[in-house]
Structure formats: structure tokens, C-alpha cells
Nanobody, 116 residues
Framework: VQLQESGPGLVKPSQTLSLTCTVSGADITNSDFFWTWIRQPPGKGLEWMGSIIYSGKTDYNPSLKTRTSISRVTAKNQVTLQLISATPEDTAVYYC?????????WGQGTQVTVSS
């Protein structure tokens, strides 16, 4: 299973941060899997942002819930992330990850900087 994050590396404050995770080697609608977005701000630990399961049901970090939306494009086998009203505190490396009973699968991560 391979995951690849993509999206703009620079976002202006107050804009929406949008990222896409393209999955290969597994069907994102497979009930064995759930898919997650995680980020790591500079000098800080990993922060779970939210997850989506095979049915499309989502779950979010309460601290980000009002600004975060995770969805999927099943025809492209992609999981998407939108974070509205971005601030410089949202500057981080963003990872998508997949989990199934066999293990965990991570993308390489993508740096997103929020700056004017």
C-alpha cells in the first residue's frame, strides 16, 4: 500500500489549506481500512487531525473539528483534507496514513507553510 500527499506548499492566512492523498495498492472503500490525516508542526509532536472509514463516516480532533473536513474521491481512490481559515500555526508537515489489521501505511509527508 502506498500513499502520496499532494497540494500547495504555501497557503496565505485566512485561506483554505487543501491536500489530496492518492492511495495505491488498496481500495479506500475496503472495510478493513481507515484513513487518517496527521500533521507535525515544526519542533512539535504528531497531531491527529481526523479519520475517514470505508463508509465515508468521519471523526475529527475536537480542537480542529470546526475547521477540518475530510472526504474522499472514490473514482480516483483519493482522500482529501480541507482546513479552512488557515493561520501560521497551521504550518506543518502533513501526512496521510492508512491502517488495517496488518499494519500501518504512511505517505512521505508534504510541507505546508501558511504565510503572507
Amino acid at each position: 500500500v502506498q500513499l502520496q500527499e499532494s497540494g500547495p506548499g504555501l497557503v496565505k492566512p485566512s485561506q483554505t489549506l487543501s491536500l489530496t492523498c492518492t492511495v495505491s495498492g488498496a481500495d479506500i472503500t475496503n472495510s478493513d481500512f481507515f484513513w487518517t490525516w496527521i500533521r507535525q508542526p515544526p519542533g512539535k509532536g504528531l497531531e491527529w487531525m481526523g479519520s475517514i472509514i470505508y463508509s465515508g463516516k468521519t471523526d475529527y480532533n475536537p480542537s480542529l473539528k470546526t475547521r477540518t473536513s475530510i472526504s474522499r474521491v472514490t473514482a480516483k481512490n483519493q482522500v482529501t483534507l480541507q482546513l479552512i481559515s488557515a493561520t501560521p500555526e497551521d504550518t506543518a508537515v502533513y501526512y496521510c496514513a492508512g491502517f488495517d489489521p496488518s499494519g500501518r501505511y504512511w505517505g512521505q509527508g508534504t510541507q505546508v507553510t501558511v504565510s503572507s
